[in-house]
């Protein structure tokens, strides 16, 4: 997959680091960590401008949440509890967390949002 983002990138540009780095905050599997380095290498090559890579890369991340965020408070627990039963979500589990984020608050959203498998 790593190649199939860099080369991604690479034919499509700002767009691609944008749809891709949007993609990633709203909860798909693309890779942040290839995303960026890879729009930053061709940026070093002069294939990229870096300062539009990196406001593509963060006003995308802000879009992805903002929709992730929609989706979770229009759907939230319905969607959770439905088709995240097929990876092993259940009701245990978002009472888990709940308490959790009712514990920790905005430290819990700080530390959730740098940490790979949590963060969407």
Do not use: Q
């Not at 245990?92 to 530390?111: C, M, S, T």
Request: proline share 5%; aromatic share 10%.
């Amino acid at each position: 997959m790593t190649a199939a983002v860099s080369n991604f990138i690479a034919s499509y540009g700002l767009l691609a680091v944008f749809v891709l780095m949007v993609g990633e905050s709203c909860g798909f599997p693309f890779p942040s960590e290839v995303i960026m380095p890879t729009a930053g290498l061709l940026a070093a090559s002069g294939h990229m401008n870096l300062v539009l890579a990196i406001v593509a890369g963060a006003v995308a991340n802000l879009v992805g949440s903002l929709i992730a965020y929609g989706v979770a408070a229009r759907f939230g627990e319905p969607l959770l509890l439905g088709p995240g039963r097929y990876i092993g979500i259940r009701r245990h589990h978002l009472e888990i967390a709940d308490g959790w984020f009712r514990r920790w608050g905005l430290l819990a959203v700080l530390v959730g949002r740098v940490l790979p498998v949590i963060r969407t």
